[in-house]
Nanobody, 122 residues
């Protein structure tokens, strides 16, 4: 079994900062990458950021220069540092990880966390 648990969401004023965490646990052999997505009410789930196991990152245009993704491979945890938050960043944030499990290292699969709410007030 593999589980992803996000944390760190909350209510913040515009211009403020939050740092989200996504901790993966279970029979993990390796993690190829972890992605962050967000979904605002009534809207589709959008990709936000990607961080690979070697630290490479990529970002969606709306968050470039404001959000920073990172990973602690020893802890199987990814982070999303969000600065300069705007009301339009309000959404449920989800992490997604590409994981190879112990005993099945040649068959990677994608896993989702349960999400964490981020609300930015104006």
């Amino acid at each position: 079994q593999v589980q992803l648990v996000e944390s760190g969401g909350g209510l913040v004023q515009a211009g403020g900062s939050l740092k989200l965490s996504c901790a993966a646990s279970g029979d993990i052999f390796s993690i190829g990458y972890m992605k962050w997505y967000r979904q605002a009410p009534g809207k589709q789930r959008d990709w936000v950021a990607l961080v690979t196991s070697d630290g490479s990152t990529n970002y969606a245009d709306p968050v470039k220069g404001r959000f920073t993704a990172s990973t602690d491979n020893a802890k199987n945890t990814a982070y999303l540092q969000m600065n300069g938050l705007k009301p339009e960043d309000t959404a449920v944030y989800y992490c997604n990880a590409n994981i190879r499990r112990v005993g099945r290292p040649s068959v990677p699969a994608n896993y989702w966390g349960q999400g964490t709410q981020v609300t930015v007030s104006s």
